[in-house]
């Protein structure tokens, strides 16, 4: 082996272990003791005879469970992604059980956002506030969230315009996946040419500018039909669709940052020695990619793309706010809020109800990533608290017997 | 080294002491330390981590005295405690560890200091040697500069003081042009030369505790014996007491004067050095001690034979060695004739000749061991043989096919006929993968076995490698090291090959696993009659397992022949260097050993 290779996996090698809190290797216990009575190289007592084995300690959390099982277990205990998680899943489930999806109707008594109702009570917010919180009794009332001025419902339309964005977040992410991943993982398994033209293609699609590129999407969607001369059924299932072309859009040239995270784990993974050893076992190309390697980047991948998808949530909010996405008649919650913020004096619930829900929408998912983040990485070790620790210390003080018992348990003799 | 070479002037103002010139003031808790005097008092030492909501015990009850100028060892295998033990005296257990109990350095309590107090004792008053120089030591700054660092942190110095003080070091332990090396980056430097370095910065604070945490396990043999030669002499220049912490009992033979044995984190058994290795009385020593491959075990009836005659062939200039002469009639399981294996160029890195004109032989059936220190190209020749590697020149055939120029889609069938183990189970099994699947992939892939079929190999491959059918489903982070090498026997195994390499396959595994592992891979070898290229880096290993050995250095062969003769009487030098070099778990073995390999060297010398 070349030095090269042995101080890379040293230094792999210290990683893991740090991340063990310096105990070895994670194995199992049990089975451990298990070898090494079927050796029978035992000649006296084997439980005086034999250790305890590598790894311990750690073998304890990790055993019998599966790496996505693990990853599960951290995600879980990561608080602020559960409530990413469940607040994500109450929003999506309020908005499509209003305003339906696809062609099925929801349950909200208005189904099209762009109808015009006559103007209630001036358009001010229906929903009242239960009495212990300062309100007049809780009531949802037709227009929860207020109507502007020509009578629009703002409720339909937030609700509406949250489908637009998580539709947009969804798409985005698959499409980065797709071409992310297969661009990463060509260019890293197969370096050398491939890898030089992928990559600089990379580079020139980074240059591309974000915004520029929204803009003249959004223009061209609206002037390329007419001046292709097509039919206005066209035209309309266009704009109806603009969401998906605008995501679709966004997914082209947002790419890259996994491509080169992709290439990156793929440059260092091709090296291990389980790629060898798949090789020699007589693995195609295809099979080491998919197979062996791709697995071993799902972390990588999955917290980037759903860090990824929180921004698209904003930008998308961005684009649509300068006029430069989604445009009438879909809605987004950007155009509300650039619709309405002339109105922000006389009727802020227009304004705030959009904004809500944005925050909401990003910091979710942000959570979600971040939960997901650390529970990939291994480095990121649980330290208890001061207060479980004592707790544990006065239990240990009060039944001694317990804690041999779990020692000779471990001990496993 | 002497007490008053260039005399700085702090230390013509001030006090100075000690086997270095010009130290700067010590904190008051600190006396001067004579030999024989009693540094460090532990008592009852426990260390505890706190793992899934439970409080679990790495060590308990250690209790122990080390005077100054001595060497305890603390034997175990990994697992067992010895390292978080010593650890817990500079208080760097990780986050969820905890010690308790009681361990003083001269009077001060060690166990619960923390903040600045704790910091003037590390470095200062006890310092440690990491097992793995390249990491500890930061590749972003100079060799040099890490110990000047160390200097002006714990002494109010000047710089270019600080610079001549480390020269100084650098002189005590041995590296060549100091000078230069001052201003060489860790890459620049070989292991043996990082390890020092290592050991200067250790040594620049006259510590009066020093912590060796495995110096030499990640080192070669040859390299290993220097460095534990150097750290025997330091022992006579310096008034430290040394704690050595290791798994292998060679070293403890030639260093230690008292043992600490550990096992499940409690200590089985404490004695002097004689005691441990004369007359072990747990039997857990005593496993320990039968577990270490004792180099010459193996060849002792064979060499009483005077009348052999010594047939091995040596390397005379610049000619390679010949082919090993051997029967017409059979077909050769492995065959180089005149090979040379090149590492492809990369980007502009040009192509790198690992191994030159290498002329090797391997008969079906047999076992043929190759050794070398690290970067002699033994693992080069494994891979080509495998076609990892592509072969440039001369010619490489397995069970009689030439693969030499063959393409990606004529190796497949080839595939078929070789199996290999690779040195670091960790890292051959996809972690992602359940270890069933790992074994039957080979099988997948060549017979096209699914389903039940697929299955019921797998399963009979575990018993064969004596792993409870149970394991199919677990993940390789799920196993002990010893574990994932029998899964990667297994799997080398799984499609009957005809040709085994074996590269390293139990050097990364402590030695009660290693022998486990090599008795298994004994056992196989008998059953299924495979041959073998054995690499390893340890010749007692080798010894053990192989009929013939091939030596190696930088890339050429320099000796083939019957093991007994390589053994007993090897002719070339280098291979009764690296002979010389092989510690013995044996103390009084080992003294004399050392002394044949300083008269061996001095011959080279002179």
């Known amino acids: ?413 | 080294m002497t007490t008053e070479t260039p005399t700085s002037p702090e230390s013509a103002s001030g006090e100075h002491r000690g086997w270095l010139s010009g130290r700067g003031e010590k904190t008051a808790a600190n006396t001067e330390v004579r030999k024989g005097d009693v540094i460090l008092d532990v008592d009852d030492l426990a260390v505890n981590f706190w793992v899934g909501g439970d409080w679990f015990n790495a060590a308990t009850g250690l209790t122990y005295q080390l005077k100054a100028g001595e060497v305890l060892a603390i034997v175990g295998e990994s697992g067992s405690g010895k390292t978080q033990s010593a650890m817990s005296l500079i208080g760097l257990l990780p986050p969820n560890g905890r010690a308790s109990g009681s361990a003083k350095l001269k009077g001060t309590e060690l166990i619960g200091l923390t903040g600045a107090p704790m910091r003037r004792i590390r470095g200062n008053e006890i310092a440690v040697i990491f097992q793995e120089p390249m990491t500890a030591l930061n590749p972003l700054y100079t060799c040099g500069f890490q110990i000047v660092e160390t200097l002006r942190t714990h002494f109010i110095m000047g710089p270019k003081e600080a610079k001549a003080r480390a020269l100084e070091l650098m002189r005590l332990v041995e590296i060549p042009e100091p000078e230069v090396r001052f201003n060489s980056y860790p890459h620049q430097l070989s292991g043996g030369q990082r390890q020092r370095i290592m050991i200067a910065q250790a040594l620049s604070c006259e510590p009066k505790l020093l912590i060796a945490d495995e110096p030499t396990t990640a080192l070669d043999v040859t390299v290993q014996a220097e460095i534990l030669k150097l750290m025997r002499d330091l022992r006579e220049r310096v008034d430290a007491g040394i704690i050595l912490i290791t798994h292998d009992m060679g070293v403890v033979a030639d260093m230690a004067d008292r043992i600490i044995v550990m096992r499940n984190g409690q200590v089985v058994e404490h004695g002097t050095s004689n005691d441990i290795f004369n007359n072990p009385t747990h039997p857990y020593t005593k496993q320990l001690l039968a577990a270490v491959p004792h180099l010459g075990a193996h060849t002792s009836e064979a060499a009483e034979d005077s009348t052999r005659r010594v047939s091995t062939l040596v390397r005379e200039g610049d000619a390679p060695v010949p082919l090993t002469p051997g029967n017409e009639g059979v077909v050769p399981a492995l065959l180089m004739e005149e090979a040379s294996i090149e590492y492809p160029k990369q980007g502009r890195k040009p192509a790198f000749r690992a191994a030159h004109k290498v002329n090797l032989r391997i008969d079906p059936g047999e076992v043929v061991g190759l050794v070398g220190e690290s970067g002699s190209g033994k693992t080069t020749i494994g891979r080509a043989a495998v076609a990892l590697l592509p072969v440039v020149e001369g010619k490489l055939s397995v069970a009689g096919r030439d693969i030499t120029d063959a393409k990606h889609r004529d190796l497949l069938p080839f595939r078929k006929e070789v199996g290999i183990v690779f040195q670091d189970p960790g890292s051959s099994l996809n972690p992602r993968l359940p270890v069933g699947e790992s074994i039957g992939e080979p099988l997948y892939l060549h017979q096209k076995l699914r389903g039940k079929e697929l299955s019921n190999r797998v399963e009979a491959l575990l018993d064969s490698v004596q792993l409870p059918r149970s394991m199919r489903n677990r993940y390789p982070h799920e196993l002990s090291g010893g574990q994932r090498q029998r899964i990667g026997i297994a799997r080398a195994l799984s499609l009957q090959p005809k040709l085994l390499i074996a590269d390293e396959p139990t050097s990364a595994l402590d030695v009660s696993v290693q022998a486990q592992v090599l008795k298994l891979f004994q056992n196989l070898q008998e059953e299924y009659g495979f041959a073998c290229l054995f690499i390893s880096h340890d010749l007692a290993v080798v010894e053990m397992l192989s009929e013939r050995i091939a030596v190696m250095r930088n890339g050429h062969l320099v000796e083939v022949g019957d093991t007994v003769d390589i053994v007993r009487n090897p002719q070339h030098e280098y291979t009764q260097r690296l002979l010389a070099a092989v510690p013995v778990p044996d103390p009084d073995e080992q003294r004399k050993r050392r002394e044949l390999r300083d008269a061996i060297l001095a011959d080279v010398v002179s």
């Open chain 1, 1 to 413: 082996m070349s030095n090269n290779d042995n101080e890379q996996f040293d230094l792999n090698e210290l990683e893991d272990r740090r991340g063990q809190g310096g105990l070895g290797d994670s194995t199992v216990q049990g089975t451990t003791e298990a070898a090494d009575a079927i050796d029978g190289h035992l000649e006296h007592d084997p439980a005086e005879a034999v250790g305890r084995g590598e790894g311990v300690g750690e073998a304890i959390e990790v055993e019998g469970l599966s790496q996505g099982k693990i990853v599960l277990r951290r995600f879980v205990r990561h608080i602020g992604a559960l409530f990413g998680l469940a607040t994500i899943i109450i929003i999506a489930l309020l908005s499509f059980l209003t305003m339906g999806i696809g062609g099925i109707d929801g349950l909200w008594h208005v189904q099209d956002p762009n109808s015009t109702p006559p103007v209630v009570n001036g358009g001010r917010p229906t929903l009242g506030l239960p009495t212990w919180l300062g309100g007049d009794g809780f009531q949802i009332g037709p227009y929860p969230f207020g109507q502007n001025t020509i009578g629009n419902d703002n409720f339909a339309q937030v609700m509406t315009g949250i489908q637009t964005s998580l539709i947009v977040m969804f798409v985005l992410g698959v499409v980065v996946l797709l071409i992310g991943t297969t661009i990463g993982s060509l260019s890293g398994y197969y370096r050398g040419k491939l890898d030089n033209v992928l990559m600089r293609f990379t580079d020139l699609v980074i240059t591309l500018p974000v915004i520029v590129l929204g803009a003249v999407l959004g223009k061209m969607i609206y002037t390329l039909p007419t001046k292709w001369g097509w039919s206005d059924e066209t035209k309309a299932l266009i704009q109806r669709w603009m969401p998906v072309e605008l995501a679709l859009a966004l997914g082209l040239i947002l790419w890259p940052g996994l491509a080169r995270l992709v290439r990156s784990e793929f440059l260092s993974l091709r090296e291990r020695e389980f790629v060898d050893s798949a090789r020699v076992a007589g693995a195609t190309n295809f099979r080491i990619i998919t197979k062996h390697i791709l697995p071993n980047t799902m972390g990588v991948i999955v917290v980037n793309i759903t860090l990824l998808m929180s921004a698209s949530v904003v930008l998308e909010t961005a684009l649509s706010f300068l006029g430069f996405g989604i445009n009438y008649p879909s809605i987004s919650l950007g155009g509300l809020i650039s619709a309405n913020q002339s109105a922000f004096d006389t009727r802020p619930w227009l304004f705030w109800w959009p904004g809500i829900f944005i925050i909401l929408l990003a910091l979710s998912v942000n959570f979600i990533g971040d939960g997901l983040r650390d529970a990939f990485d291994p480095r990121t070790k649980r330290v208890p608290s001061q207060r479980k620790l004592d707790r544990a210390a006065h239990r240990a003080h009060m039944d001694t017997r317990t804690t041999t018992a779990t020692a000779s348990g471990l001990g496993g003799n």
